[in-house]
């Protein structure tokens, strides 16, 4: 019983070295093979090891918009990825789905949020509709891309 104490022990020290030395976080996105609803998305990620991107700042949004890019797969002028946020929790608001936070950061296009029902949010490039890598709430069931978000640590 005291080993695994110990271990215990161990492990939360290492969690908490990690972040007290973890000063610069470096995110990379993998965008899926194939386009699926936003669960499904969900569950890809996680199979990954990583999670829906949460794209909570300029700099993010522009890293996704450049890795959904540079798939090609935009040429055909209608284009999604699903994001980490939704609003099945809070029927009146986005958040996070893993951290429960509220949205801060946006991109909507105009006109959007548009509709209750539409509970999922992806980033969506159809120029004929007026979206140019902007985001959109879609509904849940829709196949777009996963893209998902796995983070690294930069030591100084």
């Not at 290492?14 to 093979?33: D, E, G, M």
């Not at 798939?71 to 986005?94: C, E, K, M, N, Q």
Request: glycine residues 6%.
């Amino acid at each position: 019983m005291f080993g695994a104490t110990s271990n215990s022990l161990k492990i939360v020290l290492i969690v908490l070295f990690y972040q007290l030395c973890c000063t610069h976080a470096q995110f990379n996105f993998h965008i899926a093979p194939y386009a699926t609803n936003w669960f499904e998305a969900s569950e890809y990620c996680h199979r990954m090891h990583s999670q829906l991107a949460i794209v909570d700042s300029e700099e993010k949004h522009n890293a996704v918009v450049d890795a959904a890019k540079a798939t090609g797969l935009h040429s055909s002028g209608y284009f999604g990825v699903w994001l980490g946020a939704t609003r099945l929790a809070r029927t009146d608001i986005f958040t996070w789905h893993n951290t429960g936070r509220i949205l801060e950061f946006t991109r909507w296009a105009p006109g959007e949020p548009s509709e209750y029902g539409e509970e999922c949010v992806m980033i969506a490039y159809w120029p004929s509709q007026g979206f140019y890598w902007t985001w959109n709430d879609a509904y849940c069931l829709e196949k777009y891309y996963a893209i998902c978000e796995f983070r690294s640590c930069i030591l100084d």
